[in-house]
C-alpha cells in the first residue's frame, strides 16, 4: 500500500498528491502578496514527500516568474530547535525575505517561535506556512498556517482496506490550507 498518489502505486493507494499540496500553498502565498520566499526544511533525499511538495511549490512558483529566494536544509528529523536555527540561519543570509514555507509544521513552529522571539510583525512582514496539519503548532500563541495532509484520514481509510472492510484501489484525498494566522488574507 501507498501513502500517497504521486507516483505508481503498489495494490492500492491512499493519500493526497504532494505535488499539488505544494502547489496549493505556493498560489495561497501569492495571492497573498508575498514574493521572497524562503524554504527551510528536512532534506530531500530523505524525505520525499517534502520533496514531491517542494516540486510543486516551485513549479506554481516558476509559473508566476519567482523563484525561492533562499533554501534551507537539514539532516535528522524535525523539531522545533531546527525549525529556528533554520529560520535564524534564513533571514541572516537573505535578510529581506517575506515568506518562509516550511517543509513541516514542526518546522514552521520553530520559526514562528524565532521570528516572535525577535518581534517580527507575522504576518505583515514575514509569513510562514507549514504542512501535515498536526495539531502541536496550534498551541503557539498564533496559529500557524499549514496544509492539511488529511494524515488521519489517510490512516483510518488504509486500515479498512487492510481489514478488508473497503475495497482497495486509488483513492485520492483533497489537502486543504488551513489559514492560521501566519499568512496575510488576500
Known amino acids: 500500500m501507498s501513502f500517497g498518489v504521486d507516483g505508481t502505486p503498489g495494490d492500492s493507494a491512499v493519500g493526497i498528491s504532494r505535488r499539488q499540496a505544494g502547489r496549493q500553498m505556493a498560489e495561497a502565498i501569492i495571492a497573498a502578496g508575498y514574493r521572497r520566499i524562503g524554504f527551510p526544511g528536512t532534506v530531500m533525499p530523505d524525505d520525499h514527500r517534502a520533496r514531491k511538495r517542494l516540486d510543486g511549490f516551485g513549479d506554481a512558483l ?4 519567482l ?12 523539531a522545533l530547535l531546527k525549525g529556528r536555527q533554520m529560520t535564524a540561519a534564513i533571514l541572516k543570509r537573505t535578510p529581506d525575505p517575506d515568506f518562509l514555507y516550511c517543509s513541516n509544521d514542526m518546522i514552521g513552529a520553530g ?12 504576518p505583515g512582514k514575514v509569513g510562514l506556512a507549514g504542512c501535515n496539519g498536526v ?5 503557539l500563541p498564533r496559529r500557524l498556517a499549514k496544509m492539511d495532509a488529511c494524515r488521519l484520514q489517510i490512516g483510518r ?18 489537502p486543504r490550507l488551513e489559514h492560521g494566522d501566519t499568512i496575510r488574507r488576500p
Open 62 to 65: 516558476h509559473r508566476a516568474g
Open 67 to 78: 523563484t525561492l529566494a533562499d533554501r534551507g536544509f537539514c539532516a535528522g528529523g524535525s
Open 111 to 122: 520559526g514562528l517561535l524565532h521570528c516572535l522571539q525577535e518581534g517580527m510583525d507575522v
Open 135 to 139: 495539531d502541536l503548532p496550534d498551541g
Open 157 to 174: 481509510i488504509a486500515a479498512e482496506i487492510i481489514a478488508g472492510k473497503r475495497p482497495g484501489g486509488i483513492i485520492e484525498l483533497s
